[in-house]
C-alpha cells in the first residue's frame, strides 16, 4: 500500500511526475477496492490544500485548472479499480453556465473542487438555456443549484432563470448559489440567488455548508 | 456650428495635455460602446445590422445626443461576420442571438511546438490558421485563395463603414478628433499570443507547468510577429499601440516573472525607443503586479479593471496614465445616487496630479448591462466636477524617448517566405522600379496585418 500522506502532497504540491509514479506504482500491486477508494480519497484531500493555498494567493487560477487535469488523469488510473460501487456523495449540485455566456474555465474549476469534497455535480455545459437547468433540477432534484458567468450580460440570464425555477415551483427545494467575475452582493440581490462569491474554495464551502 | 468647434478644441485640448505630461482643463472622458448595444438601442436586429454596419449611424447619432463623452462613443467593432464567415471561422462565430462568439479553440498542438520555435511565421500560417479558419483549405489552392480575397475585402469594407460614421459623428458633435489612424496599433504580449488561440488558456496552464522551455522559447520565436503586428506606420505622442493583457492574474509571480513578462517588457520598451506609446488593459486584478508596472516606460497608459484605485494612484499615478476601475456592473444594479458617489470617489482618488482620464472597468456588452441614464449622469458628473485649477501645470513624470534603449540583437527577426521585404522582392524581380514600393510593400504589410489580426 502506497504511503497515502505522500498523494496527498503530491496533490497539493501539483507534482504531475510525483502522482504518476505513485499512481503507476500502487496499481500494478494489484491493490483491493478498498485501497483504491483510500487513494481516491488522498486525492481529493490534495484538492483541498489546493483550494487552501489559491485562497492564501499562493495558487492561482492556471495552477486550479491545472490541479482539475491531476485529478482527472489520477481518476482515470484508479477508475478500473474501483467499478461501480462510488463514495457516499455529501449532495448534489446542477451546474451550468447561464445561456449567452460560453466561457467555462471557472466553472469547471468549482465542480472539480465540489466533487473533490463528494458532491455529485450535473454539469449542463455553457451557453444553458433557463429550460436546461429547470429539466434538470426536475430530472435529478438536486440540493443546490450553480449558475456561472462572467459577461456582464451573464447577470441578466441568471436573472431569468431564478425568475423561471421560482415560476416552476421548484425553488423551495434548492439553494441558489451564483459564481464569476462580475458577480456582486448587489448583482445576487437583484439575480435573487441565495449566495454568491467570485472564489471557487469559498463556493465550495458554502455549498458544505447546506447540506450539513 | 461654432460651439461644436470650440467645443472639439477643448477636447483635443484636453487629451493633448494629457498626454504631454499637463493638468488638463478637466478630467477627459473616454466612453466607447460597442456595436451591439449602440444597434439594440437603435432597435436594430442584431444578427443582420452586424452585415451592415452602415445600418447603425442612426443610432449611433442618437447615443452620442444622449450619452456625453470627450471621445466619440461609438468606435465600430473589430468582430464583424463578413470576413469571419467567409473564411470560415472556428474562434468566431454569430450565436444564435446575433452575437459574434468567440469559443476556446486549441489552435496548435504540443507537438508544433518544435515547428513554432522553428519557423514560426510558417507555422502560424500553414498550421494554425487552416485549424482555425476552415475555408483556408491548403489541399483546394483557388478556392483558398478566393475565399481569403473575399475576407480581406470584406474587413475592409465594413471597416471603412464604420470608420465613415465615427468621422461624421466627430464632426458632428465635435468629440475629439484623435491622433492619426496609422500612429496606432493593436497586438498582444507574445505569451498572451500564444495562450489565445494557439494553445488556448486550459492549455497553456498545462504547458506551463509541463514544459516551461519551450513556451519561453515560443514567446522568443513570436516576438518580432507580435511586435510588428503592433507597429503604426507613423509616430504620434497622441496616439498608442492598444495590447490587452490576459494571463498575468492567472498565474504565479514566479511563471509569471520568468515566461510572461520579460518579452513583453522588451517589447513596450521597443516601442518606447521609438517614441510609440501603448495603451494596455490591465484585465482582471493586477495589484500583486504593481511593481511590475511601474517599471514600464512612463506614460504608458494603463486601464485597470479590479483593484483599489488609491493604492494604484499612489503607486503609478506620477509615472502613468490611468484609467478605467469604474465598475460598470454598478450602473445596472446601482441606484443613481450610488453611481454618482462611486463617480465622485473617482474623482477624489485618481483626478488629482492629473494623468488621468474617465472610463469604465470594461465595455457593456448589450444595452441592459447598463441603465443608460445612470451612465448618463455619471459622465456629466465627472464633466462638471472633474475640473483642474491647476491646468496647464506640469503632471508627473516626463516622457523620454532616449531613456530607452533596446538592443536589437536581443530579439530574433522575422524571416519567411511569406513575407517578403521589398529587398527580396526586387531580388526576384529585378526590373521592379522603386516607385512600386509604397504600393506593393504597402499590400505586404497589409496581409500581414490581416493575417495576424484573425490569430487576435
Ligand atoms: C478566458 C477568457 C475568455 C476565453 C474563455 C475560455 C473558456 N473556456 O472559458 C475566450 C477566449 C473563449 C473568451 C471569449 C469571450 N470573451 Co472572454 N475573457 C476571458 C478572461 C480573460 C478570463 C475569464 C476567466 O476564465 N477567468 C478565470 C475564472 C477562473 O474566473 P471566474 O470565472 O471568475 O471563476 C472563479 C470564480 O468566480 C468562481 N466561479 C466561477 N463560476 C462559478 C460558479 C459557481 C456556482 C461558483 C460557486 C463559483 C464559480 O470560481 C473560479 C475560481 O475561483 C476574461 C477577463 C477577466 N479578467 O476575467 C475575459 C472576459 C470575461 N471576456 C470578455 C468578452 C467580451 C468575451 C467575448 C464576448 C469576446 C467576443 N467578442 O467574442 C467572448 C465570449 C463569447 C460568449 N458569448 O461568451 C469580457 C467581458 C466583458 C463584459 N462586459 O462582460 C472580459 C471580462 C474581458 C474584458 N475585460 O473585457 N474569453
Known amino acids: 500500500m502506497v504511503d497515502l500522506k505522500e498523494v496527498t502532497q503530491a496533490v497539493g504540491d501539483l507534482d504531475e511526475n510525483k502522482l504518476m509514479e505513485i499512481l503507476n506504482g500502487f496499481v500494478s500491486e494489484n491493490p483491493t477496492e478498498e485501497e483504491a477508494l483510500k487513494v481516491v480519497n488522498a486525492c481529493q484531500n490534495g ?31 484508479l477508475k478500473p479499480l474501483i467499478g461501480s460501487s462510488s463514495t457516499a456523495k455529501v449532495g448534489s449540485i446542477v451546474l451550468g453556465t447561464a445561456h449567452g455566456d460560453i ?26 438555456p433557463v429550460s436546461a437547468f429547470v429539466e434538470k433540477i426536475k430530472e435529478v432534484n438536486p440540493n443546490i443549484v450553480g449558475m456561472s458567468g462572467v459577461l456582464t450580460l451573464a447577470l441578466e440570464s441568471m436573472k431569468e432563470t ?25 448583482a445576487c440581490n437583484f439575480i435573487g440567488a441565495d449566495a454568491f462569491t467570485t472564489n471557487a474554495a469559498e463556493g465550495v464551502r458554502i455549498c458544505q455548508g447546506w447540506v450539513k | ?102 469559443p476556446e479553440v486549441v489552435g496548435m498542438l504540443p507537438e508544433d511546438y518544435d515547428y513554432l520555435i522553428e519557423k514560426p511565421y510558417d507555422c502560424l500560417l500553414e498550421r494554425v490558421l487552416p485549424k482555425q479558419y476552415k475555408a483556408l483549405k491548403l489541399d483546394d489552392p483557388f478556392i483558398m485563395a478566393i475565399n481569403f480575397a473575399k475576407s480581406i475585402m470584406a474587413y475592409q469594407n465594413d471597416t471603412m463603414q464604420a470608420g465613415m460614421i465615427i468621422a461624421k459623428l ?82 504565479r509571480e514566479k511563471d509569471f516573472a520568468k515566461l510572461w513578462w520579460p518579452s513583453f517588457k522588451r517589447m513596450i520598451d521597443e516601442y518606447a525607443s521609438m517614441g510609440i506609446h501603448c495603451q494596455l488593459f490591465c484585465e482582471d486584478n493586477w495589484t500583486r503586479y504593481l511593481d511590475y508596472l511601474y517599471e514600464l516606460p512612463t506614460d504608458t497608459r494603463l486601464m ?23 465598475p460598470v456592473t454598478m450602473l445596472k444594479t446601482h441606484t443613481k445616487e450610488q453611481c454618482l458617489d462611486k463617480a465622485r470617489e473617482m474623482l477624489d482618488v485618481l483626478a488629482p496630479g492629473g494623468k488621468y482620464f474617465f472610463s469604465t472597468d470594461k465595455n457593456p456588452l448589450t444595452i441592459k448591462d447598463i441603465k443608460l441614464e ?49 529587398e527580396n522582392y526586387k531580388a526576384q524581380n529585378p526590373k521592379v522600379s522603386d516607385l512600386g514600393e509604397s504600393k506593393l510593400q504597402g499590400f505586404e504589410e497589409m496581409i500581414f496585418q490581416y493575417l495576424m489580426f484573425l490569430l487576435l
Open chain 1, 103 to 128: 466561457h467555462d474555465i471557472g466553472k469547471n474549476i468549482f465542480k472539480s473542487m465540489s466533487e473533490a469534497v463528494g458532491f455529485k455535480v450535473y454539469d449542463l455545459g455553457i451557453d444553458q
Open chain 2, 304 to 326: 485597470f479593471e479590479y483593484g483599489d484605485p488609491k493604492l494604484i494612484k499612489e503607486k503609478l499615478g506620477k509615472k502613468h496614465i490611468i484609467t478605467g476601475l469604474y
Open chain 1, 162 to 186: 431564478v425568475d423561471e425555477i421560482k415560476r416552476a415551483g421548484l425553488k423551495e427545494n434548492v439553494k441558489i448559489i451564483i459564481g464569476g467575475n462580475p458577480v456582486t452582493k448587489e
Open chain 1, 47 to 77: 484538492m483541498a490544500i489546493v483550494g487552501e493555498l489559491f485562497e492564501k494567493e499562493e495558487y492561482f487560477v492556471g495552477d486550479l485548472i491545472f490541479s482539475g487535469e491531476l485529478l482527472m488523469e489520477a481518476i482515470k488510473i
Open chain 2, 1 to 102: 456650428m461654432p460651439d461644436t468647434k470650440a467645443l472639439q478644441q477643448e477636447r483635443n485640448s484636453i487629451y493633448e495635455d494629457l498626454f504631454n505630461n499637463k493638468i488638463p482643463k478637466r478630467v477627459p472622458i473616454n466612453i466607447g460602446l460597442p456595436f451591439e448595444p449602440i444597434a439594440q438601442y437603435g432597435g436594430l436586429d442584431l444578427a443582420s445590422a452586424q452585415w451592415n454596419p452602415a445600418l447603425v449611424e442612426e443610432a449611433a447619432d442618437k447615443i452620442c445626443q444622449v450619452l456625453f463623452s470627450d471621445s466619440c462613443p461609438f468606435g465600430g467593432s473589430i468582430r464583424y461576420p463578413s470576413y469571419y464567415q467567409s473564411l470560415e471561422s472556428q474562434s468566431f462565430v454569430m450565436g444564435s442571438n446575433g452575437f459574434i462568439q468567440h
Open chain 2, 374 to 422: 445612470n451612465y448618463c449622469a455619471v459622465t456629466e458628473y465627472i464633466r462638471d466636477n472633474g475640473v483642474y485649477s491647476n491646468a496647464g501645470e506640469t503632471a508627473g513624470l516626463a516622457f523620454n524617448r532616449d531613456d530607452y534603449k533596446v538592443d536589437p540583437s536581443a530579439s530574433r527577426k522575422l524571416e519567411s517566405k511569406y513575407y517578403r521585404t521589398w
Open chain 2, 170 to 251: 466627430k464632426e458632428k458633435y465635435g468629440y475629439y478628433s484623435g491622433a492619426d489612424r496609422r500612429s496606432g496599433g493593436f497586438t498582444e504580449a507574445p505569451f498572451d499570443f500564444l495562450a489565445d488561440q494557439l494553445r488556448g488558456f486550459r492549455e497553456i496552464s498545462m504547458d506551463v507547468r509541463r514544459m516551461p522551455e519551450k513556451v519561453a522559447e515560443a514567446c522568443e520565436a513570436l516576438y518580432p510577429i507580435v511586435l510588428k503586428k503592433g507597429m503604426p506606420s507613423a509616430v504620434d505622442n497622441n496616439a498608442a499601440v492598444f495590447l490587452p493583457l490576459h494571463m498575468p492574474t492567472f498565474m
